[in-house]
């Protein structure tokens, strides 16, 4: 329902103005502790984890037209369109009524990343990159999923190969940006906990009082 507010912020700006999500892409490669991290995120900070995978897995399940149209797209081994995903994000930050979340697992790739600020007009708050050494990776998921066909070290040095190629380009733009929180994840949980913490923790507003002077 329209509010004399709102008509005001129409006729001021030519649309309804609204106050933007605060976002946090949430990036690193399989087996660097992400799942874990973003909910403890989600228990301490008040966030609301979206995971792109789980987003589309639930879109196939849900026998929609969109879902049947992903599933087909997966099984020709054809790359799901960004606008999709976007859209299935978009859906899932309206309904959640909440109006800061961490995005897990996206942007994958440089395409993704412009479509996203492109479709939302959102620009991420910063990224949390979870750096972890293959090696180390490569040994939390074979110790956690002994006997999974698609856990052998074959499979999961691909998707460390696909995670650099196609990631890396989107950590390194924001970075230019000044955008990148780069977190150690090779170190035990709850040490690289306390260092996602100083991250969402707000700063003191006495540590600015020297840019009032300059």
Do not use: W
Not at 71 to 82: A, D, H, L
Not at 108 to 135: G, Q, Y
């Amino acid at each position: 329902m329209g509010t004399a507010v709102d008509a005001v912020a129409k006729e001021a700006n030519g649309s309804v103005t609204e106050k933007k999500p605060t976002v946090v892409f949430v990036l690193g490669g399989p087996g660097s502790g992400k799942g874990t991290q973003c909910a403890n995120i989600v228990q301490h900070f008040g966030y609301t984890h979206l995971s792109a995978g789980d987003l589309l897995r639930a879109e196939i399940k849900s026998g929609s037209e969109n879902g049947t149209m992903i599933q087909n797209m997966i099984k020709e081994g054809k790359i799901v369109p960004s606008e999709v995903t976007i859209k299935l994000l978009q859906k899932a930050m309206q309904e959640s009524g909440n109006d800061k979340f961490l995005i897990d697992g996206f942007p994958r790739n440089e395409e993704n990343r412009a479509a996203f600020e492109a479709v939302t007009k959102i620009e991420p708050e910063f990224v949390l990159f979870f750096d972890c050494p293959e090696e180390e990776m490569e040994q939390r998921i074979l110790s956690r999923n002994q006997g999974r066909e698609d856990d052998n070290v074959e499979t999961i040095r691909k998707r460390f190969k696909v995670f650099l190629e196609s990631s890396l380009p989107v950590i390194e733009y924001y970075d230019a940006k000044g955008k990148v929180r780069k977190i150690d994840a090779a170190k035990p949980v709850e040490e690289v906990f306390e260092a996602v913490k100083t991250i969402f923790t707000p700063k003191e507003k006495v540590k600015c009082h020297r840019c009032a002077i300059l």
